[in-house]
Nanobody
Framework: QVQLVESGGGLVQSGESLRLSCAAS????????MEWHRQVPGKQRQLVAS????????NYADSVKGRFTISRDNAKTTVYLQMNSLKPEDTAVYYC???????WGQGTQVTVSS
C-alpha cells in the first residue's frame, strides 16, 4: 500500500518561511505526478501545487503563486513545498497526494500568526 508521510509543519510568524517534505514509499515514485493540498476546518480541501513526474512542470493556485515552490527529488522519493512570505490565511493542514494512487498523507499543521 502506498505510504505518504509529511513533515515540516509548525508555527511561524507572518512573513516567515517553512519547507514541507513528503516521503513516499511502496510505489515507483519517479513515474507519477504529485500534489500538495491544504484544508481548513469547515472548508473543502484545496489544491495548492502540483508537479509532474520528472519535475519539469509545476502548477500553483493563484493564492500561492510567487510565494510557494513545489519540487521533488526522485532519488529520495520525496516531494517538497517551500513556502515563503507566509500569511495568516495560509494556516491549514497540508496534505501530500498521489493522484494516480488516490493516496493521501496524514497531514501536517501549518499555523501562521499575524
Amino acid at each position: 500500500q502506498v505510504q505518504l508521510v509529511e513533515s515540516g509543519g509548525g508555527l511561524v510568524q507572518s512573513g516567515e518561511s517553512l519547507r514541507l517534505s513528503c516521503a513516499a514509499s511502496l510505489f515507483i515514485f519517479g513515474h507519477y505526478g504529485m500534489e500538495w493540498h491544504r484544508q481548513v476546518p469547515g472548508k473543502q480541501r484545496q489544491l495548492v501545487a502540483s508537479i509532474s513526474a520528472s519535475g519539469a512542470t509545476t502548477n500553483y493556485a493563484d493564492s500561492v503563486k510567487g510565494r510557494f515552490t513545489i519540487s521533488r527529488d526522485n532519488a529520495k522519493t520525496t516531494v517538497y513545498l517551500q513556502m515563503n512570505s507566509l500569511k495568516p490565511e495560509d494556516t491549514a493542514v497540508y496534505y501530500c497526494h498521489s493522484p494516480r494512487h488516490a493516496a493521501w498523507g496524514q497531514g501536517t499543521q501549518v499555523t501562521v500568526s499575524s
